[in-house]
């Protein structure tokens, strides 16, 4: 399966299937044979760059307390760095509860938050980074 947007590609196994996102700008893939989700999501807004780093960790610190908030979740990995020369700020954490292991990859850019959110329902760290490095192979960031 291959997507191609004007703010992302995503090119993945022919297991995964997309379903219908919670709006226009949000892409959901589902694949059972690795029991595994991927959630894409953009947020367009003008972000100068002296706002990009407290974005990021906005959008970091609002996910993490999702899964706080869920019960039983542990968080780790947690980072939010500059890139200067593709002008952006890319952050993430990994973490893991009851339903598996999570990755959480975001990328704030001059003009959109890019969002990419990969949970493998397993209790097996190795497996649960075999299907995420998969997905990244596959996923690329259209800058800016």
């Known amino acids: 399966m291959e997507l191609d947007t004007s703010e ?4 993945l196994s022919p297991d995964w299937v997309e379903h219908p996102g919670d709006h226009q700008n949000q892409f959901m893939f589902w694949s ?12 367009f807004a003008e972000i100068p760059p002296d706002k990009r780093e407290g974005m990021a960790r906005a959008i970091l610190d609002g ?9 039983g ?3 780790y990995n947690r980072y ?3 890139i200067a020369e593709l002008d952006h ?3 993430g954490f990994d973490g893991h ?12 850019t001059p003009r959109k938050a890019l969002n990419l959110w990969v949970h493998t329902e397993t209790r097996d760290a190795g497996y649960a980074t075999l299907v995420f490095n998969e997905v990244m192979r596959g996923f690329a960031v259209v800058n800016p």
Do not use: M, P
């Open 8 to 11: 992302f590609l995503l090119n």
């Open 32 to 43: 059972e044979q690795k029991g595994s989700s991927i959630i894409v999501s953009c947020v």
């Open 63 to 71: 996910a993490v307390q999702g899964h706080f908030n869920l019960g």
């Open 73 to 75: 979740a542990e968080i």
């Open 80 to 82: 939010v760095d500059e």
């Open 89 to 91: 700020v890319y952050c």
């Open 97 to 108: 509860d009851q339903t598996g292991f999570f990755r959480r990859r975001g990328w704030v």
